[in-house]
């Protein structure tokens, strides 16, 4: 694309600042600073990769997925206020998840040990799973909250901890999947997933674009399907005391705000 044509696409936020401001919605700085911030992230990224690119050394990769990972941690844990040491179990199900995923790709030989194609499939994973992580301790925190005295029942009752957080967890885990499998139903259908756009856009034959978005869209629901049972196994843990006593993430929660 041409530079030019790059300055000529900001008149498509132009529309959205017009609207905001006659409607008094308020977003025209939100706007403006997701625009720059868009323009300036990702030149540097590509120039990063780029650079990573030319050298072609497996420890930038690992390097640059260990960034990646490191962002994603810092902002899905921000849901998880109030739970001890969430910072760190967001980024052990996150790193799970990339690992456990991207060693199959690569023993399987679907991908080569190449930047070219570990970052941008690496990406793809960590932020399908830090959306994934966000959206488990969001469902997770809120249920135990509501459903604490259910769960405080059990427990009285002689349950153990598993079983009293079970109707905790599962929904938490099943709401962080709602995304991936209603993507997959209606990919083709709907949209035109991202990656087999680009490579349609880039020239690369249609049939040959389906095949390299199924494999994306299996590695998604695996990669998702991982960090999240990780998230929530490690939640239903860290959400009882060594005496197996349910803690007060809730009031930690709101001392947070």
């Given at each position: 694309m041409a530079p030019y044509k790059l300055i000529l696409l900001l008149v498509l936020i132009g529309v959205s600042l017009i609207i905001s401001r006659i409607r008094r919605y308020g977003l025209e700085r939100d706007l403006l600073e997701g625009t720059i911030r868009t323009f300036v992230q990702l030149f540097v990224v590509g120039f990063v990769l780029n650079a990573i690119f030319r050298a072609n050394h497996w420890y930038w990769t690992v390097l640059m997925l260990a960034v990646m990972v490191?962002?994603?941690?810092?902002?899905?844990?921000?849901?998880?206020?109030?739970?001890?040491?969430?910072?760190?179990?967001?980024?052990?199900?996150?790193?799970?998840?990339?690992?456990?995923?991207?060693?199959?790709?690569?023993?399987?030989?679907?991908?080569?040990?190449?930047?070219?194609?570990?970052?941008?499939?690496?990406?793809?994973?960590?932020?399908?799973?830090?959306?994934?992580?966000?959206?488990?301790?969001?469902?997770?925190?809120?249920?135990?909250?509501?459903?604490?005295e259910w769960v405080e029942t059990y427990l009285s009752l002689g349950a153990s901890p598993d079983l009293a957080i079970s109707h905790v967890l599962s929904p938490s885990v099943k709401g962080s999947m709602i995304p991936t499998v209603d993507s997959m139903k209606t990919v083709g259908l709907v949209t035109l997933p991202?990656?087999?756009?680009?490579?349609?856009?880039?020239?690369?034959?249609?049939?040959?674009a389906v095949e390299l978005q199924i494999m994306v869209m299996l590695v998604l629901?695996?990669?998702?399907?991982?960090?999240?049972t990780v998230l929530g196994y490690i939640l239903s843990r860290v959400a009882f005391t060594p005496s197996q006593q349910l803690i007060r993430i809730e009031q930690n929660r709101q001392s947070t705000r």
């Open positions: 490191l962002v994603a941690t810092q902002n899905a844990s921000r849901r998880g206020r109030g739970v001890p040491g969430v910072f760190g179990w967001v980024g052990i199900a996150i790193a799970c998840g990339i690992s456990v995923t991207m060693a199959l790709l690569l023993g399987l030989k679907i991908i080569q040990f190449s930047p070219r194609y570990i970052i941008p499939v690496g990406g793809m994973i960590i932020g399908n799973s830090m959306i994934a992580s966000g959206l488990v301790l969001n469902r997770f925190l809120e249920d135990l909250i509501i459903k604490r991202g990656m087999m756009t680009g490579a349609i856009l880039a020239g690369d034959n249609p049939l040959s629901a695996t990669a998702v399907m991982i960090t999240s």
